[in-house]
């Protein structure tokens, strides 16, 4: 089970940042203010869901 977790984790940093970095790419090109501030919200909820995950994570782990 801590495997499964350890993964999950790691997908959902990786997955946080990419939508970080998609949502700055679009800011700095300026091409459409509607879907930066799309990917800056995506960012938020998964980034919500990582520290979740991590936070079970650990509690696993206790």
């Known amino acids: 089970m801590q495997t499964v977790f350890y993964y999950a984790t790691t997908i959902a940093v990786i997955a946080v940042a990419i ?12 091409t459409s203010a509607n879907l930066s501030q799309k990917l800056m919200r995506w960012r938020v909820g998964l980034q919500f869901c990582a520290i ?9 782990l206790r």
């Open 19 to 30: 939508a970080l970095l998609l949502g700055l790419r679009s800011m700095l090109r300026g």
């Open 52 to 60: 979740l995950m991590i936070v079970a994570y650990a509690f696993l």
